[in-house]
């Protein structure tokens, strides 16, 4: 088994992943990804990316790092998880529409003593006023973003749906903050350029 595992089945984050080029092995973890009562977006997702990986490093054999990952939308108060059904993703997006929604993006890597090394990026993304029904519906149907937070993919035809995009680092609206997932890696003796 590869000593870097990806604690995610998600395919948006295995590609993000591969663009590093290293070894890796990725593990679905089993983890309640329920928010706790009163918890910001922000920790909700650094909680969830650490749970992922420890849930995924509980079932090794060996030593590896492990990367858990989470993502959560929200636009106040209001969160937007994976919709599950197109009539749910077109409420969600028909709900942004005209307005700004931050997605706060966690990444967790596990050394092999099992210490985290956490961080969170936001991202703020702006939705089309101008978006029509119609232009949500087609992208649903094209799309099919039903396992994304916010119905949003914006490394697809969900670019269009968007007036402006706001982030330290862009893969992170795609689901694996790179730049901070890179600089822990490094951290702990990857070498990557």
């Known amino acids: 088994m590869p000593r870097l595992i990806l604690a995610s089945t998600s395919p948006y984050r295995r590609q993000l992943l591969e663009r590093f080029g290293l070894p890796f092995a990725a593990m679905s973890p089993q983890v309640d990804e ?3 009562p009163g918890e910001p977006p922000g920790q909700t997702a650094c909680r969830l990316a650490e749970a ?3 849930a995924a490093a509980a079932t090794l054999g060996e030593a590896c790092h492990v990367i858990g ?3 959560v939308a929200h636009l106040g108060d209001q969160r937007f ?3 599950g059904s197109a009539e ?3 409420a969600q997006l ?3 529409r005209g307005q700004t929604v931050e997605f706060s993006t ?4 596990l050394d092999e003593q099992g210490q985290a090394r ?8 702006r939705f089309r006023a101008d978006l029509t029904d119609e232009e949500i519906v087609r992208y649903v149907e094209r799309e099919r973003p039903l396992d994304c937070a916010g119905s949003a993919k914006a490394e697809g035809l969900g670019i269009a749906l968007l007036e402006a995009v706001d982030s330290s680092d862009p893969t992170a609206l795609i689901g694996l903050p790179l730049i901070a997932t890179a600089r822990m890696l490094r951290q702990l003796g990857w070498a990557l350029p």
């Open 34 to 36: 329920t928010p706790l």
């Open 106 to 109: 966690a990444v967790c890597v």
């Open 52 to 54: 992922k990986a420890r």
């Open 94 to 96: 028909q709900r942004m």
């Open 118 to 125: 956490t961080e969170v990026v936001p991202t703020r993304v």
């Open 69 to 71: 990952s989470d993502q």
């Open 81 to 83: 998880g994976k919709p």
């Open 88 to 90: 749910r993703a077109v």
